[in-house]
C-alpha cells in the first residue's frame, strides 16, 4: 500500500489545517492507520493513529485535544483536522499502515513506509 499526503501549507500560530491521505491499495481491517511526523534530524514521530476494524483512535499527548483523525473507506482516505497550531507541529507528515492496534502502531512497534508527505509550516 502507498499513501499520498496533501492538505499542508504555511498557516499562522493558532491556526487550522486539514491534512489527508489516500491509500493505494488494499488494506486489511485488521491494520492501523497512523499520522506520523518528522522534524530533520529527529526521528519519525506517532501522533495519531485509527484501527481500521473499530475507528479506535490514538493521539499522542503533544497533539491530544488539538488534532482529530479520522478515516472514510469509500474514499480509501484517512484525514488529520489540526487546530490551535503551534510552531512546534511544524514538520512534515507522513501516513503509514501496519497491523498493529493503534496505540502500539503510533508508540514506534511496527513496519513503516514512508511515501512523500505534505510540509505543515506553523510561523507568523
Known amino acids: 500500500v502507498q499513501f499520498v499526503e496533501s492538505g499542508g501549507g504555511l498557516v499562522q500560530p493558532g491556526g487550522s489545517l486539514t491534512l489527508s491521505c489516500v491509500a493505494s491499495g488494499y488494506i486489511p481491517n485488521y491494520y492501523a492507520i497512523g499520522w506520523f511526523r518528522q522534524v530533520p534530524g529527529e526521528e519519525h514521530e506517532g501522533i495519531s493513529c485509527?484501527?481500521?476494524?473499530?475507528?479506535?483512535?490514538y493521539y499522542a499527548d503533544s497533539v491530544k485535544g488539538r488534532f482529530t483523525i479520522s478515516r472514510d473507506s469509500a474514499k480509501n482516505t484517512v484525514y488529520l483536522q489540526m487546530h490551535n497550531l503551534k510552531p512546534e507541529d511544524t514538520a512534515v507528515y507522513y501516513c503509514a499502515t501496519d497491523q498493529h492496534s493503534p496505540e502500539y502502531y503510533c508508540e514506534g512497534y511496527g513496519s513503516y513506509s514512508w511515501g512523500q508527505g505534505t510540509q505543515v509550516t506553523v510561523s507568523s
Open positions: 485509527i484501527s481500521m476494524i473499530d475507528d479506535s483512535t
